[in-house]
């Protein structure tokens, strides 16, 4: 998906958007925690002290009733046909805390000094669950009885200290275990008692860029990475294949199936389910009966793959039937349009959908897929297409800086009818940069109302031509997407931060350094230009004109960015390191500079001409460097990267026009 709609044959590009002076004058982002117990505080509190912080945030979070040790044998307890995934992380959590785990579906004796983890689906596992916790809480009844939900207790059982893990299906048992993974602290599990369900439907990844595709290995790597974080949606629709759009028609051949199964294999293991996106629309004839076929059998042969869910996106292209037989029947205009696909849209969801066991609502990307006003198109479109397929939606502009309940709200009744709405999946193009491939957007995800939930089925994102550096923001997705009303933007983009980066401090201090460099995206005002920095540089030059002593904070970040290329090196995710590499080598360029232009303006202070001669030549030369172009486009050659609002170019021109050159 790329800009707004284009004549036939024109592939869009997005434009620079400026966010309206309304919005920069002031946007107060309120984030209200609801805690849906009918008998809790606020689960960031009091009662929660001592639990270490879970993303997503979960919907009721409490102390429990005693830590469980890891560290010795633990017994793990599960119904036969249990997740096997599932049990693979608990044993995985042992062997990290340094115990001894064994699996089965009884304890039979336990050793002394031993631990229980029990894990399950069942009604067994829920009854278990309350009498560890203490009583019957309504949470948990809450959690169990809505899809993917899950909860967790901490306390005894005869004597022995035991965690248990019940969920109202599979999924919910997988993403307890990815809470599990959060709450071992000191080799034991926290005290605790959790509630947990996701309020939106669809939450996950859409491939949907121009540019440089993504590697088959980073593909596998997202979907995990989604898994980890509950998302439960992988899109594929990446660009670069042309058996999606170019060649739809085709099908694919046995090697290439394989790739497709791997990538299907790895999503079902992680508990994401894999879409396919097939997209016609650069030369259907909808009125032609063999493209109908052949679109049938492309999709058929995916199901054979275990694919349950498909796209029929029809965006990107022309705004008006094309072929001769189309007019014919239907005749020209964006009404016509809308007719046409429609009928074919409806067709495949008779003839395929509705046919199929198991397979999620068939969903469309319009070709006018953004606005929640109404035109002819949407108008034919809302009133033809079957009620029951999805629709995605971008927000009210194709890079949309705001998303309101209310906007989406409209939208589902323009995408279907007053008395039926639409149901909407947000297509999210943030932090895509297809449109401005010399930039990274590295901000959590921001303006988007809390209350989105209630009137979405779900929201999925577009992200970066570079997969790992987009795995911030798909985590800040993930927080938002699970659990809206508590989702702190800050806090997540710093857990995310953190979980990329891996323990080590400066790791951790460059991965923030570099994210401060990269988070300004398209003028926001809820996403400002490298904040950090720009507090350094306006610290700096304050003391300077003031004839003070500066505070040495800019040369101590001047210092960071030099070291930024080998530090990445180190993050728990090495893709990061090398999709940031031309970043990272500007900014340890300017940080050079940096360094040798406070070391210019030292020896001016000190009427040392050959220092500040030598200073001024480093300081060019840093520019130079720092302004060549190294990162390699699909279609756009080699661009220069740019860092942020280009405050370091600005502060090194500032530094050479401080001191003219005699």
């Known amino acids: 998906m790329n800009a707004a709609p284009a004549g036939a044959g024109t592939r869009r590009r997005r434009s620079l958007l400026i966010v309206a002076a309304a919005f920069a004058m002031a946007l107060v982002v309120v984030v209200a925690w609801i805690t849906v117990a009918r008998d809790g505080g606020d689960p960031r509190g009091e009662d929660r002290k001592g639990i270490p912080a879970v993303h997503p945030m979960p919907q009721d979070v409490r102390s429990g009733n005693g830590t469980v040790p890891l560290n010795g ?84 059982r005869e004597g022995i200290p035991t965690a248990v893990l019940a969920a109202s299906d599979g999924d919910g048992l997988f993403h307890a275990v990815q809470t599990l993974r959060q709450l071992v602290k000191d080799g034991a599990v926290a005290s605790v008692r959790i509630s947990d369900w996701p309020l939106m439907e669809t939450r996950g990844v859409i491939e949907g860029f121009y540019g440089t595709p993504w590697s088959h290995q980073a593909r596998l790597d997202v979907i995990a990475f989604a898994g980890r974080q509950k998302m439960n949606t992988y899109i594929y629709s990446p660009k670069d294949d042309p058996l999606l759009r170019d060649k739809w028609r085709e099908l694919y051949t046995d090697e290439e199936l394989a790739e497709l199964q791997e990538l299907i294999a790895t999503a079902t293991a992680n508990h994401v389910g894999f879409s396919y996106a ?61 007719r046409a696909q429609a009928r074919f849209l409806n067709r495949v969801n008779e003839q395929f959908s509705a046919a199929k066991e198991g397979l999620q609502p068939l969903e469309t990307v319009p070709t006018f897929y953004n606005g929640s006003a109404s035109n002819a198109y ?86 970066m031509i570079q997969p790992y550096l987009s795995l911030p923001a798909v985590f800040t997705y993930a927080d938002f997407t699970w659990n809206g009303p508590a989702y702190d933007p800050k806090d997540s983009m710093d857990a995310a931060l953190d979980l990329l980066a891996g323990p080590d401090p400066e790791v951790r201090s460059a991965v923030r350094a570099f994210a401060d460099l990269n988070q300004e ?86 009427n040392d001409s050959a220092g500040v001669a030598e200073g001024r030549r480093n300081v060019e030369r840093a520019l130079t460097a720092a302004g060549a172009r190294t990162q390699p486009t699909l279609e756009l050659g080699v661009v220069t990267p740019i860092l942020g609002d280009s405050e370091l170019k600005t502060f090194l021109e500032r530094a050479l026009e401080t001191l003219p050159p005699n």
């Open 73 to 156: 044998r633990v017994y793990i307890v599960a119904a036969p046909g249990t997740d096997p995934a599932s049990i693979s992380v608990i044993q995985d959590l042992v062997a990290d805390a340094g115990g001894m785990s064994e699996p089965g579906a009884a304890t039979g004796s336990p050793e002394e000094g031993s631990s229980e983890v029990h894990l399950g689906t069942d009604e067994a596992a829920g009854t278990l669950l309350k009498d560890v916790a203490g009583g019957n809480p309504e949470t948990v009844q809450d959690a169990l009885e809505r899809p993917e939900g899950y909860a967790i207790a901490t306390g005894e």
């Open 278 to 338: 097939l997209s016609p629309g650069i030369d259907i004839c909808y009125s032609r009966p063999s493209d109908l076929e052949d679109a049938l059998a492309k999709l058929e042969s995916l199901y054979s793959l275990g694919v349950r869910s498909f796209v029929i996106p029809l965006d990107d292209i022309a705004t008006r039937v094309q072929c001769a037989g189309d007019l014919e029947e239907f005749g020209a205009g964006q009404a016509n349009l809308a």
């Open 378 to 463: 949407k108008e034919v479109l809302g009133e033809s297409l079957d009620p029951s397929i999805v629709v995605q939606w971008t927000g009210e502009d194709v890079v949309s800086h705001r998303i309101t309940a209310q906007s989406a709200r409209d939208a589902s009744r323009t995408y279907g009818t007053a008395g039926t709405p639409r149901a909407l999946v947000v297509w999210d193009n943030y932090p895509v940069n297809d449109f401005s491939q010399d930039h990274l957007f590295m901000a959590p995800v921001v303006g988007r109302d809390a209350t989105l939930h209630q009137t979405v089925r779900g929201m999925v994102t577009n992200p």
């Open 521 to 606: 995206w398209q003028d926001d005002p809820l996403t400002p230009s490298a904040p950090q920095l720009r507090a350094d540089i306006e610290r700096f030059w304050s003391d300077y004109d003031a004839g003070r002593s500066p505070s040495g904070d800019l040369l101590a970040r001047a210092r960071l960015l030099q070291r930024l290329p080998e530090l990445l090196q180190r993050m728990a995710v090495p893709g990061f390191a090398s999709d940031a590499s031309h970043w990272s080598t500007a900014a340890a360029e300017y940080g050079r500079g940096v360094e040798d232009a406070l070391e210019m303006l030292e020896a001016s202070a000190r």
